[in-house]
């Protein structure tokens, strides 16, 4: 195994369009090099080992008899996910698994159990977490410009078209259904931008008339009344597609676009000194937007207007809290419009990797770790039940992972 101050070794399991994602996106990443690529497929494994420079295998367990290889990613099939991760933590590797990190809660738990008893870094691929937006989101609720939200709203038209009657997205045994395959993204971004383990779920499922579940919502309750809708529908073709998060912070409103989201705007409500701490914002862009190895392109910005005295002096009130706040505050946070998406998509891959490396070194936690993993995926599976049955479903809380007198 690599030497604690040389490059981590990194393996790739599944050379599919996002495993080669992946290793294009941690190319020069520093404290990185990779070092082997496996797949079923000898074709795709050896055009993408090739590409890179490294060699190719057949399988992971050939990934893991290599020396040289001392963390996996993991680029496969959901339901592929929970098995391999095991496989390579219990070999001592550190771990980066696409989403969802297993297509059950049980499954997952077992994972992130094994990554502690294991000793080894794990970190799931919420790429949301990397995102400068809600990174920038999440620092302006710690500063206190923005209340902590009451109220989060995810609305998701995706695409469905490149997804045919045979793709084993449908299949509930390969994906573990939408909730699971591609709600853990927003349901892991509402936990972190809330700051609170969910509580209870309901949810409906709509079926495509003669073909498969198309269409889920699921309304998730925090603690305190705090409420996360979340609607998918993969219904579109891919140049319609549209993606609206809406996060209610009482006084002040934050609106992200995209699912890979590339702007926001803030709409707030404030007092004087407020106003001048909003006015200094973008003097402060860039440790605002800043995510560890998240490389800017330059062409990120921050805008600020604030419109003095534009509501009455008097006394406003809401839900029971009472504020002066005459001033309206307009905010842009802007990563350069829809063109640079796949800048912002490959650089918050980059980003979670990054976070492998540090962790693996330092021994810290992951942004996106365990037990992110694995609260995501107990949401999704609590609310495929309530969709399910029709009745609300209580989410288990994530506790500890590991559980000594359970290891064999």
């Given amino acids: 195994m690599t030497h604690a101050t040389a490059p981590l ?11 080669a994602y992946v290793l294009d996106a941690v190319a020069g990443l520093p404290g990185l090099r990779p070092a082997a690529v496996a797949d079923p497929d000898p074709v795709r494994a050896k055009a993408l080992g090739e590409r890179h420079g490294v060699p190719a295998l057949g399988s992971l367990e050939e990934l893991l008899e290599r020396e040289d290889v001392d963390a996996v990613a993991i680029a496969v099939p959901p339901a592929a996910h929970a098995a391999m991760a095991t496989a390579a933590l219990r070999a001592g590797r550190h771990v980066f698994c696409e989403k969802p990190l297993a297509t059950t809660a049980r499954d997952a738990r077992a994972v992130a159990r094994e990554a502690e008893r294991a000793g080894r870094a794990l970190v799931v691929d919420h790429v949301l977490r990397y ?18 939200p009451r109220r989060f709203l995810f609305e998701n ?13 449908w299949d509930r045994a390969h994906s573990g259904g939408i909730f699971v395959e591609h709600g853990v993204h927003f349901f892991d971004a509402a936990r972190a931008l809330l700051g609170s383990d969910p509580v209870s779920v309901r949810a409906t499922a709509v079926r495509r008339p003669g073909g498969p579940v198309d269409m889920v919502s699921a309304d998730v309750l925090h603690p305190g009344g705090v409420l996360a809708s979340h609607l998918h ?10 993606q609206l998060m809406r996060l209610d912070h009482g006084f002040a409103e934050t609106r992200i676009e995209g699912w890979i989201p590339v702007r926001a705007e803030i709409s707030a409500w404030t007092d004087e000194p407020g106003a001048e701490a909003w006015e200094r914002l973008p003097a402060r862009a860039e440790a605002l937007l800043h995510v560890d190895g998240f490389r800017p392109h330059g062409g990120e910005r921050v805008s600020v207007t604030v419109e003095r005295d534009a509501g009455p002096s008097a006394p406003a009130r809401g839900r029971g809290e009472t504020r002066v706040v005459p ?18 998509y490959s650089e918050s891959v980059r980003a979670a990797v990054a976070d492998l490396v540090r962790v693996a070194r330092d021994g ?25 049955t029709g009745t609300e479903q209580p989410v288990p809380a994530p506790g500890p992972t590991y559980h000594p007198q359970e290891s064999s």
């Avoid at 995102?131 to 902590?148: S, Y």
């Avoid at 993969?234 to 140049?239: P, Q």
């Fill in 9 to 19: 070794g990194l393996g790739l399991v599944g050379c599919g369009g996002f495993g």
């Fill in 131 to 148: 995102n400068p937006l809600l990174r920038a989101v999440e620092r302006l609720v710690a500063q206190g410009l923005l209340a902590a």
């Fill in 157 to 169: 038209d995706a695409s469905d078209q490149d997804l045919g009657r045979g793709h084993w997205f």
């Fill in 233 to 242: 529908s993969f219904t579109h073709a891919h140049r319609c597609e549209r």
């Fill in 327 to 344: 001033h309206h505050v307009r905010a842009v946070l802007d990563l350069g419009g829809g063109t640079r998406k796949p800048h912002v």
């Fill in 364 to 388: 810290s936690t992951p942004v996106a770790d365990a037990v992110a993993g694995l609260t995501a995926v107990a949401v999704a599976e609590a609310a495929t039940l309530a969709a399910d």
